[in-house]
């Protein structure tokens, strides 16, 4: 009797408490979740990797086609007996509309940013904030019909042309990723320490000195940041684009004539193709630079970010 | 010394300027948006149909499936995001683990969305046979929601103070029964403010749906809520063109004569339930802090 009672309380201090089981079962539910995370990344990676290399190893078209070649035809050849998947023009385009977005939107956000943290805080928070948050919440598609019906008749009455080409898709996109750039900068100016603009002040130097010669340097590396997380967006945002660069697969030889981006052909194209022909595979191909891009920028502000670390 | 003092005049005058020229700017997209949608907007207007060719047509059933995909989205993506947000901001250790799961989440949140719904087109449209359906695109918005939602989660979970958790510790709860019964309590507020936030975002989204939920938009029996019969509007299987796909839609191969009426007052629709969106969660947020700062 006694004995078995032993055993039973044995098995029982043995055996983990349901508390504890609890506990595993739980810590174990949030971990799956984490991790279904991490799965679909990497599915989307080797999904789209995938497809996309498809169009070289299957359909064996050369890199150099792929990335140097300016005719895009998917499924035609070219003149000299080639698979006409040049993708240059819409990889120009997709540069381009970036580095001009950037070009145009950095001294705006700057100024806002430095307006909202050294010249009126208060105004800054009580306005500007709101302002660049509503901003930021503002979709794409809505972006693109007043680029549609504002932009482009603006661009075509001014430059002249159909008014759809890259210039338009500047405007918008120098739209979109200002707020972007403002809140990221105003982040980085607001961690520079005060006692950097007191002993600037002190030593004579005037407010606009102290702004660009010491808070702005102190921020530089938050401000590359901001500009990097920019250019990401722009170079990612597909339909406010797609509205008003006209899509015409050409190299674009002035900023007024109809281009294309990797997005506008993307979105524009891969519901008229058929899944596995070499029009789909090179739609895809178009969608892995994407993705490779992408990936680029996260690379650039992880090593800008560790640059900017180093210095403090 | 002079020179200096004007030249620092004249650098703050131009950087007022700038910050002015943003406001105008908003003041203008937000001006031009209401002033050409908002007298396009009646109850009719709101519940009817759309209409291919001719005029009058109205923007009842993407407004229908843009509300419907967001909750079905939402409710798959809270779990998970929780779940996600959870692990890393109680259990996560500083790790190599750790910063590979981060910088993936990082990752996730800044691939283009327009990749994210060629992903789920393939993925399910294609894969798994769903087609192009409220499903396909309910999974593929959850994709598209979950870095941020996630990472709002965690926010406001390491906003809740330590002395919550080790209380909960020391009155003999497991870590997870703390997690559960006081932490993120604690934090609820929060994190409404932030799911409301990304509802927002998922909301105004196309790119990720044109492929995944379809560009069309099927008349609807609303006498019918069974959620198995094709018309119903609860069909998890019928495309769904929403409210967003519909701007871009129509504007870029509509032939509609009300073409320019509708798209502004659908994008007016579409800005204003973003701004409700946006100012309950401010208001939310508003409220935590008075509490907090009432109560501690």
């Not at chain 1, 009126?120 to 680029?147: C, D, H, M, N």
């Not at chain 1, 194209?269 to 029009?279: A, D, I, K």
């Amino acid at each position: 009797m006694n004995k078995m009672q032993n055993e039973k309380l044995a098995k029982q201090l043995m055996k983990k408490s349901k508390t504890a089981r609890y506990e595993r079962f739980g810590k174990a539910i949030s971990l799956l979740a984490l991790l279904l995370i991490m799965v679909i990344v990497i599915g989307i990676i080797i999904f789209v990797a995938s497809k996309g290399l498809s169009t070289f190893f299957k359909d064996h078209v050369k890199l150099s086609e792929f990335f140097g070649g300016t005719l895009w035809n998917p499924g035609t050849t070219t003149p000299d007996g080639k698979q006409s998947v040049g993708a240059l023009p819409m990889i120009v385009g997709s540069f381009l509309v970036t580095l001009l977005a950037a070009v145009v939107a950095t001294p705006f956000a700057i100024g806002t940013a430095v307006y909202m943290t050294e010249i009126s805080p208060k105004r800054g928070a009580k306005i500007l904030q709101p302002v660049t948050e509503l901003l930021v919440g503002i979709p794409s598609v809505v972006y693109g019909f007043i680029g549609l019906s504002v932009v482009v008749p603006f661009v075509r009455h001014v430059f002249g042309g159909s008014g759809f080409g890259i210039l338009s898709g500047t405007f918008v996109l120098f739209v979109m990723i200002l707020p972007t750039i403002v809140s990221m900068t105003v982040d980085s100016l607001k961690s520079v320490p005060g006692y950097y603009r007191q002993a600037s002040l002190a030593l004579g130097a005037t407010q606009w000195q102290t702004i660009f010669k010491v808070v702005l340097r102190a921020a530089t590396p938050g401000i590359l940041t901001a500009i990097v997380f920019g250019m990401a967006r722009a170079f990612g945002e597909a339909l406010a684009v797609q509205m008003v660069i006209g899509n015409a697969a050409l190299m674009p030889h002035n900023l007024v004539s109809p281009a294309s981006t990797l997005t506008s052909v993307l979105t524009a194209g891969m519901g008229n193709t058929v899944m596995g022909s070499l029009e789909n595979d090179a739609l895809w191909s178009l969608a892995l630079v994407l993705l490779a891009m992408s990936l680029f920028f996260n690379l650039l502000v992880h090593f800008i970010g560790r640059k900017g670390a180093f210095k403090k | 010394m002079k020179d200096t003092q004007l030249q620092s005049k004249i650098a703050i005058g131009i950087l007022k300027g700038i910050a002015f020229s943003v406001v105008l700017i908003l003041a203008f997209l937000i001006g031009y948006i209401f002033v050409t949608g908002l007298p396009n907007i009646s109850w009719g207007f709101l519940t009817r149909p759309a209409r291919a060719f001719q005029a009058g047509g109205g923007i009842g059933i993407q407004l229908f499936n843009s509300f419907y995909l967001l909750i079905l989205a939402m409710l798959i993506s809270i779990p998970i995001a929780l779940g996600a947000a959870v692990y890393l901001n109680e259990y996560a250790k500083d790790n190599l683990f750790t910063s590979i799961i981060r910088t993936s989440i990082e990752i996730l949140s800044s691939l283009p969305s327009v990749v994210v719904g060629l992903f789920g087109f393939l993925l399910f449209v294609i894969q798994f046979g769903y087609g192009f359906s409220i499903l396909s695109g309910a999974l593929t918005l959850t994709i598209f929601n979950l870095p941020l939602l996630t990472r709002n989660i965690e926010e406001s979970l390491s906003s809740v103070s330590d002395d919550q958790r080790q209380g909960g510790l020391g009155l003999g709860l497991s870590k997870f029964e703390t997690i559960v019964h006081i932490v993120i309590p604690a934090a609820l507020p929060g994190i409404i403010s932030g799911v409301i936030l990304c509802s927002g975002r998922v909301f105004g989204e196309a790119a990720a749906l044109i492929y995944t939920a379809g560009q069309s938009a099927p008349a609807l029996n609303f006498a019918d809520w069974n959620p198995f019969n094709i018309d119903s509007p609860l069909s998890p299987l019928r495309p769904a063109e929403t409210l967003a796909v519909h701007i871009w839609k129509i504007n870029s191969e509509g032939i509609m004569p009300d073409l320019s009426q509708v798209s502004s007052g659908s994008s007016a629709v579409l800005v204003l339930a973003i701004l409700i969106f946006n100012l309950s969660a401010r208001y939310i947020g508003k409220k935590i802090f008075e509490k907090m700062t009432s109560e501690i």
